[in-house]
């Protein structure tokens, strides 16, 4: 890989990453039921999980799905119903307080195993391989690994900081109960790229 295709490595691996997806809806929606804090293991999983998706797909895992594109269909059905669950789950979380000891935030490995459902995850992972890493060097393919990784983490943290900040304006039930109804509704609304 060339110096000069760094730059445009990290302005692709920032916009794709700080625009909202279903990681940075579910994480906003983490910070503000659950802080900043306790979303910090989703936030790990989500980068650690991307990046080691990126080097499987660059190491071929992208032509498994060529010759099968049955697998490429079922991991599709797969992806829409999890999303599906987790936006029911989001649009029933309890207030903060009450649900503390029985809500648990997305955990490192969830947040890991998340990323092989997640069609933008796909989407960007297909295209990092396909322009940045073309020959699908190991070399050049931790590099984008490792450049999406140390973007996506900060652009994640954002999201779940400006959820934990919400948590001011989401103090009675009412109003985080239409927040997690709206976050869910956007989370399912993220589908549309998948389903058409």
Not at 42 to 57: K, N, P, R, T, Y
Not at 78 to 105: C, D, F, R
Not at 147 to 156: E, K, Q, R
Request: net charge positive; charged share 10%.
């Amino acid at each position: 890989m060339t110096y000069d295709i760094l730059l445009p490595l990290a302005v692709f691996a920032f916009v794709s990453s700080v625009t909202p997806g279903p990681n940075n809806l579910m994480v906003l929606a983490s910070g503000a039921n659950f802080g900043f804090r306790r979303t910090l293991p989703h936030m790990a999983g989500i980068s650690a999980g991307f990046m080691i998706m990126l080097m499987l797909v660059g190491l071929g895992l992208a032509q498994v799905f060529i010759t099968y594109p049955v697998l490429k269909t079922t991991l599709r059905v797969i992806s829409v119903v999890y999303m599906l669950y987790l936006a029911w789950k989001i649009a029933t979380a309890a207030a903060p307080v009450e649900g503390l000891q029985k809500k648990q935030p997305m955990t490192f490995m969830q947040a890991a195993i998340f990323q092989w459902v997640n069609p933008k995850a796909w989407a960007m992972g297909l295209t990092a391989v396909t322009v940045y890493a073309p020959s699908q060097e190991l070399r050049t393919l931790a590099v984008v690994a490792l450049v999406f990784g140390l973007i996506n983490l900060p652009s994640v943290s954002s999201w779940a900081y400006l959820g934990q900040k919400m948590q001011l304006f989401l103090t009675n039930q009412r109003r985080l109960k239409v927040f997690n109804i709206c976050m869910a509704l956007l989370l399912v609304g993220s589908l549309y790229s998948v389903l058409v």
